[in-house]
């Protein structure tokens, strides 16, 4: 297999999913998590992290002056694009946080991800660990991965039975409006956390938790209308409000799409419960090529097959760990899928545009 290994086809990918069947237990895994562990991939950077988060706050602070400065004006509006920027970089330290990367100490990570997903994003912890988790348990899973779950969009053509009226147009044109859709995404982010706050079913384990969350969220949101309608008019704050929370949904839309739309999903197969780890997270994930500026935009999250497999392994370690898990999936004869910035788009889109198809014929 080349070192650049393009995209298999849906069948190539089942085919090879049945080849090596008798081999779907741990035994695939354990010869690679030896050889990452050997490497010390698995260790935590935590200077490495503590740099890119002291950059992150200074960038805000500098966006937060700039907003003093230049008070009252439509000049102002430009640093909504920066602040998207520098919010989604607070998204990655949240997402790493979560999955333990960044700190070996369990509390550390928990004060890490709620003073970033919380008080900063205005995202609640709990709520985005309980989902993430279940997706990270059972990766493109129609019934256990909640990525993958039908509401605005669907990503299988089995979920599109009963879609009519407003929700049957989405699905009809759900490639087309994607992106679109995903600038809502920093403000889903929002109003899912506070859902799951108020529930009585929500994922926090006491009351504490809910009221610590709760109070974080509550100051983020008056922090962010305060710093806005104190330096300039209504209009522009709901304006600078509007071009960031879009911006940033977009950001982060377009670091979590590629991943897994139109790759393999386990309940379609036959002996696709019974895949172990390996092989249950190679075949469902896609890798993104790149450089320096793929790793910054993507938040790392171009390396999902390595991120998959080792999910509390540090940022900067992912593009280490990859030649040797490309080797080793080379080894066993897994495909590893890896492919360009927008060719990755390009299959994630056909892929919806694909599933569809059935509503679009019959309308």
């Given at each position: 297999?080349?070192?650049?290994?393009?995209?298999?086809?849906?069948?190539?990918?089942?085919?090879?999913?049945?080849?090596?069947g008798?081999?779907?237990?741990?035994?695939?895994?354990?010869?690679?998590?030896?050889?990452?562990?050997?490497?010390?991939?698995?260790?935590?950077?935590?200077?490495?992290?503590?740099?890119?988060?002291?950059?992150?706050?200074?960038?805000?602070?500098?966006?937060?002056?700039?907003?003093?400065?230049?008070?009252?004006?439509?000049?102002?509006?430009?640093?909504?694009?920066?602040?998207?920027?520098?919010?989604?970089?607070?998204?990655?330290?949240?997402?790493?946080?979560?999955?333990?990367?960044?700190?070996?100490?369990?509390?550390?990570?928990?004060?890490?991800?709620?003073?970033?997903?919380?008080?900063?994003?205005?995202?609640?912890?709990?709520?985005?660990?309980?989902?993430?988790?279940?997706?990270?348990?059972?990766?493109?899973?129609?019934?256990?991965?909640?990525?993958?779950?039908?509401?605005?969009?669907?990503?299988?053509?089995?979920?599109?039975?009963?879609?009519?009226?407003?929700?049957?147009?989405?699905?009809?044109?759900?490639?087309?409006?994607?992106?679109p859709?995903?600038?809502?995404?920093?403000?889903?982010?929002?109003?899912?956390?506070?859902?799951?706050?108020?529930?009585?079913?929500?994922?926090?384990?006491n009351?504490?938790?809910?009221?610590?969350?709760?109070?974080?969220?509550?100051?983020?949101?008056?922090?962010?209308?305060?710093?806005?309608?104190?330096?300039?008019?209504?209009?522009?704050?709901?304006?600078?409000?509007?071009?960031?929370?879009?911006?940033?949904?977009?950001?982060?839309?377009?670091?979590?799409?590629?991943?897994?739309?139109?790759?393999?999903?386990?309940?379609?197969?036959?002996?696709?419960?019974s895949?172990?780890?390996?092989?249950?997270?190679?075949?469902?994930?896609?890798?993104?090529?790149?450089g320096?500026?793929?790793d910054?935009?993507?938040?790392g999250?171009?390396?999902?097959?390595?991120?998959?497999?080792?999910?509390?392994?540090?940022?900067?370690?992912?593009?280490?760990?990859?030649?040797?898990v490309?080797?080793?999936?080379?080894?066993?004869?897994?495909?590893?899928?890896?492919?360009?910035?927008?060719?990755?788009?390009?299959?994630?889109?056909?892929?919806?545009?694909?599933?569809?198809?059935?509503?679009r014929?019959?309308?």
């Amino acid at each position: 297999m080349p070192q650049a290994t393009a995209t298999l086809t849906a069948p190539d990918r089942s085919a090879a999913a049945r080849r090596g069947g008798d081999r779907v237990g741990g035994s695939e895994f354990a010869p690679l998590l030896r050889t990452i562990k050997d490497q010390g991939l698995l260790e935590r950077r935590a200077g490495w992290y503590a740099r890119g988060m002291a950059v992150n706050l200074l960038g805000l602070a500098a966006v937060v002056a700039g907003l003093v400065l230049l008070g009252p004006s439509w000049w102002a509006l430009l640093l909504a694009v920066p602040l998207a920027l520098l919010s989604a970089r607070v998204a990655f330290v949240a997402h790493d946080a979560g999955h333990a990367q960044i700190s070996a100490d369990r509390r550390r990570n928990r004060m890490i991800q709620l003073v970033h997903a919380d008080l900063l994003l205005g995202m609640s912890q709990e709520w985005w660990n309980d989902k993430h988790n279940r997706h990270h348990a059972n990766p493109n899973h129609l019934d256990k991965d909640p990525d993958v779950a039908a509401d605005i969009l669907v990503f299988a053509q089995a979920q599109t039975a009963g879609r009519a009226g407003f929700r049957g147009w989405l699905t009809r044109h759900q490639a087309w409006l994607f992106f679109p859709l995903t600038t809502l995404e920093g403000i889903a982010l929002k109003v899912y956390g506070f859902q799951a706050l108020l529930s009585g079913d929500g994922p926090y384990r006491n009351r504490r938790e809910r009221l610590v969350e709760g109070a974080l969220l509550l100051a983020h949101v008056l922090g962010y209308a305060t710093l806005l309608l104190t330096h300039l008019t209504v209009g522009q704050a709901l304006v600078f409000a509007l071009i960031h929370q879009m911006l940033l949904g977009l950001h982060l839309g377009m670091a979590f799409a590629p991943n897994h739309k139109g790759m393999e999903t386990p309940d379609a197969h036959p002996d696709g419960e019974s895949w172990g780890h390996l092989r249950r997270q190679v075949l469902t994930s896609r890798n993104i090529r790149g450089g320096f500026l793929t790793d910054w935009f993507l938040g790392g999250l171009n390396y999902q097959i390595e991120h998959h497999l080792f999910p509390s392994m540090p940022r900067p370690h992912l593009r280490l760990a990859q030649p040797a898990v490309r080797a080793h999936c080379r080894t066993v004869g897994i495909p590893y899928t890896e492919t360009g910035f927008v060719e990755s788009y390009r299959q994630a889109l056909g892929h919806l545009h694909e599933v569809g198809e059935p509503l679009r014929s019959a309308a």
